[in-house]
């Protein structure tokens, strides 16, 4: 099968926003590429495998590609991806110098071919993220496995914003614990919870495609009867609304969320709301211009901050409810 492919390089920073874009726009799958440089040193305490080829992407800047299927009219495509990035400027989101290009692929260059990149990965000192298509063995009792398969949309772990999320849940999680973890994307966070002694998690997402990816991965680590996906938003939850389901008794004691800081600023009275006394509210995905607004208006709804993580240009909050 022959499929349109748009390629646009960006910005770092712009990266989820324009992906979500390329998906509203009807892409079947999308892939991102950031700078690499195997010459900087990496991290290796965990045993992390890191089996990336370098690239001529500049530090600070990626590539993202989404995969149309023929027939459908490019022209229109591009001229509403082009529009929705130069938007991101009046969010203070930098797109950079934003170019596009169209052309043809052949569906066997882009569908499988990254797999290969993808090996058992170690993020913390429990948790290990193993791709379904790798044999890969517990290298002690206390070792725990996400099984993953990504799909081409969503994160495999490897990106700084799930690995510091994943970490900093493996310092916050007591066993029993329930958890609401909003923009679940492939479900990594709530299978990771799970992993770490987490009793239920609500996964919630409004992608209806996230939500399939995530129930999947759900069934691949045999924890159907723990996490529930959900197509919806907390505020829906809160409140009840719509089709919104619950199988966690709220409030909750931890609520995770690795999403863009511009949406984290949006529902933070929600997550407040969600959480007992004392609870803990993990929000990952902050670009590192955007960490002293977070953090400002996390203190401002009655957070304190209990840690702060980085990696590279990324920030992780843990804030705990007054």
């Not at 990496?42 to 149309?68: C, H, M, V």
């Not at 919630?204 to 991965?217: G, I, K, Q, R, T």
């Not at 929600?270 to 670009?287: K, N, R, T």
Request: proline residues 5%; hydrophobic residues 40%.
């Amino acid at each position: 099968m022959i499929w349109k492919e748009l390629t646009i390089h960006t910005t770092e920073e712009a990266v989820e926003m324009i992906s979500n874009f390329l998906h509203e726009a009807g892409a079947g799958g999308v892939t991102i590429e950031e700078h690499v440089d195997n010459d900087k040193p990496r991290d290796t305490s965990l045993g992390q495998w890191f089996e990336i080829p370098p690239n001529d992407i500049p530090e600070g800047e990626a590539k993202i590609s989404g995969y149309f299927p023929e027939g459908i009219d490019m022209e229109e495509v591009v001229s509403q991806v082009k529009e929705r990035t130069e938007e991101l400027r009046e969010y203070d989101i930098d797109p950079g110098n934003p170019v596009i290009t169209v052309r043809d692929v052949s569906e066997d260059d882009w569908a499988n071919n990254w797999k290969q990149y993808f090996k058992p990965i170690r993020v913390s000192n429990r948790l290990t993220i193993k791709p379904t298509w790798e044999q890969y063995e517990p290298e002690s009792p206390e070792e725990r496995i996400i099984e993953l398969d990504p799909g081409m949309a969503f994160g495999t772990g490897t990106h700084p914003t799930t690995s510091l999320c994943l970490r900093t849940l493996e310092g916050v999680i007591r066993e029993g614990d329930e958890v609401i973890d909003v923009g679940t994307g492939s479900g990594i966070l709530a299978i990771g919870a799970c992993q770490l002694g987490a009793s239920r998690v609500l996964a919630l997402d409004l992608d209806p495609v996230a939500v399939s990816s995530a129930m999947e991965n759900t069934r691949l680590n045999r924890l159907e009867e723990q996490i529930l996906v959900v197509e919806s938003d907390l505020l829906s939850v809160l409140k009840k609304e719509g089709d919104a389901q619950v199988n966690v008794q709220l409030p909750v004691r931890v609520v995770v969320a690795n999403i863009l800081a511009e949406i984290i600023l949006l529902f933070i009275e929600d997550v407040y709301e969600a959480l007992q006394p004392g609870g803990y509210y993990i929000a990952s995905g902050i670009y590192k211009n955007k960490e002293q607004a977070v953090e400002e208006a996390l203190v401002a709804a009655g957070f304190e901050i209990a840690q702060t993580a980085r990696d590279e240009d990324w920030v992780a909050f843990v804030a705990r409810k007054r």
